[in-house]
Each structure stands twice: as structure tokens, then as C-alpha cells.
């Protein structure tokens, strides 16, 4: 081989390597206060998802078995700043325990947990 690149591949290269510039630098120019909202849509849409699949975890956490329960509280601590470790498995745990269900054995439902949280 003579170690020259085919004319095509040579071009395809230069022309993803200037999407991946352009990609880096914000792409199109949108106004700063367009950013922000966009940015704030998509926290705010990821903040609602993770609240919903937590309470799904939470409604369902009795009937998990021993092993997951303590890999979902052991990925919940970590989540944590290093610092604050023992006061986070603190709260972790009494959320739990709160949500538990009442003296009557009522299992947990999406109400008794969004009223805990």
C-alpha cells in the first residue's frame, strides 16, 4: 500500500471532523436565555421521571428481595456527597421505615408515599 487515504474517505474525514468542531462549540447559536429554558425543560422532565420510577421502587420495595433492597439503598447512599454518607443513610433509612405502611398493614401506594416524600 502506498499509505494514501482514498479521495472519498479523506473528505468524509474532514467533514465529520467539522460537525464534531461545530457539535463542540454549541452547534447553531441560540440566545442564552433559549438555553437556559431548554436546559431547564430537560432537568425538570428528568427530575419528574426519576421521582416517578422512585416511587414505583418505593411502592414495590417489600415485596423486592433482601439482596436488591440493600443494592437500591447502597446505590442511594452513593449518590450522596462523600461527607455527608452517614446522614444520607440516616434519612434513607427513616424514609423507608415511614413509608413502611401503618400499624393495620396496609401495603404502600403511590398516595401514603407522596405524602411521606
Not at 468524509?12 to 462549540?25: C, G
Not at 419528574?48 to 433482601?66: F, K, Y
Request: one cysteine or more; charged letters at 25%.
Amino acid at each position: 500500500m502506498t499509505g494514501k487515504q482514498p479521495k472519498c474517505r479523506n473528505q468524509s474525514a474532514e467533514a465529520t471532523s467539522a460537525l464534531a468542531r461545530w457539535e463542540n462549540e454549541g452547534g447553531a447559536l441560540q440566545s442564552s436565555s433559549q438555553n437556559d429554558r431548554e436546559r431547564h425543560a430537560a432537568l425538570a422532565e428528568e427530575e419528574h421521571v426519576l421521582r416517578c420510577l422512585g416511587a414505583a421502587v418505593i411502592i414495590q420495595w417489600n415485596d423486592l428481595p433482601t439482596s436488591i433492597q440493600r443494592d437500591l439503598f447502597d446505590h442511594a447512599i452513593s449518590m450522596g456527597e462523600p461527607c455527608h454518607t452517614a446522614q444520607l443513610k440516616d434519612r434513607v433509612a427513616r424514609f423507608l421505615q415511614r413509608t413502611e405502611g401503618d400499624e393495620s398493614g396496609r401495603k404502600r401506594t403511590r398516595s401514603t408515599v407522596q405524602a411521606v416524600a
